[in-house]
Nanobody, 124 residues
Framework: QVQLVESGGGLVQAGGSLRLSCAPS????????LGWFRQAPGKARECVAA????????YYVDNVKGRFTISRDNAKNVVYLQMDSLKPEDTAVYYC?????????????????WGQGTQVTVSA
């Protein structure tokens, strides 16, 4: 059983930046796709960004393109989400997830492991 541990959330003003990190414990996930989902109050969980095991393929939801960057360091077994130009509508709980594959048009496919979530709050 793999556990995903997120860190890096917090409170930031609009226009600011945050970097989220996710480190799986218990096993390496270098062969799996990793990604970030978010869920705001009253809204469905959505896949924000995802990256393949090799890092060569990525996915971004339209409203974060050009502002968020997902990356991974397989040597350190860590995935990052760099969030720049943050907006109040980015406020949500962000979850790291692992899956066997991703779609470059839809994100992670059927994640099998989730982190506990980290709160990101962007003030106006």
């Amino acid at each position: 059983q793999v556990q995903l541990v997120e860190s890096g959330g917090g409170l930031v003003q609009a226009g600011g930046s945050l970097r989220l990190s996710c480190a799986p414990s218990g096993r390496t996930l270098s062969n799996y796709a990793l990604g970030w989902f978010r869920q705001a109050p009253g809204k469905a969980r959505e896949c924000v960004a995802a990256i393949s095991g090799t890092g060569r393929s990525t996915y971004y939801v339209d409203n974060v393109k050009g502002r968020f960057t997902i990356s991974r360091d397989n040597a350190k077994n860590v995935v990052y989400l760099q969030m720049d130009s943050l907006k109040p509508e980015d406020t949500a709980v962000y979850y790291c997830a692992a899956a066997r594959s991703l779609s470059t048009t839809a994100g992670l496919i059927s994640p099998f492991s989730w982190g506990q979530g980290t709160q990101v709050t962007v003030s106006a």
